[in-house]
């Protein structure tokens, strides 16, 4: 059965730099998000992806972030600059359109912020 | 804005016993339903959905969820559980009619004794 992927599993990183997260929806999927989990909390929604662009996002989801689909596979989530509250489980979810509207999540990526 | 209230944090069942974990939402339309487990160190699996039509909905792993729209519940059953469910459970909602975001309760952790 197709899962959505996502790399790395665990990702340490500094302050201040910059970190990409890797997701690889399922193939055919058309809708394409992020959500995040800090340790504790609620999964939030972060942002949504449809046809190369963003189709809504959260308050959260401020120039610090960004996403893109390089190619016809990735999907990816930038932080341009970390901060410790940045650290959480990051999940990719992709959903297949065409009138099926559940969405499939990733194993999730673990950011820690140091 | 859309909302979702799991009110048990952790429950706990014996093994064989019969399950059903608690969720209510606010929204002012019928949202979409849906169950999604999580298994320590895994993502998020859809367990099952609702969209419309039959409120008894049949999902994965021998789950079931029954809308009612009076009360605003979609609780989770099951008749008989297995240690193997020992997980988290969460009831998330979206609103009907697109692919937009879905909005997560804060999760129940499920313990199973023998």
């Known amino acids: 059965e197709p899962e959505v992927t996502q790399t790395p599993s665990h990702q340490v990183t500094q302050m201040g730099q910059e970190v990409i997260l890797r997701c690889v929806p399922i193939?055919?999927?058309?809708?394409f998000y992020w959500y995040r989990q800090i340790l504790g909390q609620k999964v939030e929604f972060l942002v949504s992806?449809?046809?190369?662009?963003?189709?809504?996002k959260s308050e959260i989801f401020d120039d610090q972030f960004s996403v893109e689909r390089p190619d016809g596979s990735n999907f990816t989530l930038k932080i341009r600059s970390t901060k410790l509250e940045d650290s959480a489980m990051y999940f990719c979810?992709?959903?297949?359109?065409?009138?099926?509207?559940?969405?499939?999540f990733g194993p999730g990526t673990r950011l820690t912020v140091t | 804005a859309q909302s979702v209230t799991q009110p048990d944090i952790h429950i706990t069942v014996s093994e064989g016993a019969s399950l059903e974990l608690r969720c209510n939402y606010s929204y002012g339309a019928t949202p979409y339903l849906f169950w999604y487990v999580q298994s320590p160190g895994q993502g998020l699996q859809l367990l099952l959905k609702y969209f419309s039509g039959d409120t008894l909905v049949q999902g994965i792993k021998g789950f079931e969820a029954e809308f009612k729209r009076s009360q605003s519940s979609f609780n989770l059953r099951k008749p008989s559980v297995h240690w193997s469910d020992a997980a988290e459970y969460f009831c998330a909602v979206g609103a009907p009619g697109g692919y937009q975001k879905v909005t997560f309760g804060i999760g129940t952790k499920l313990q199973v004794i023998p």
């Open positions: 992806f449809y046809n190369n662009e963003i189709s809504e």
């Open positions: 979810a992709s959903s297949p359109g065409t009138g099926r509207r559940e969405q499939y």
């Open positions: 193939s055919n999927h058309l809708y």
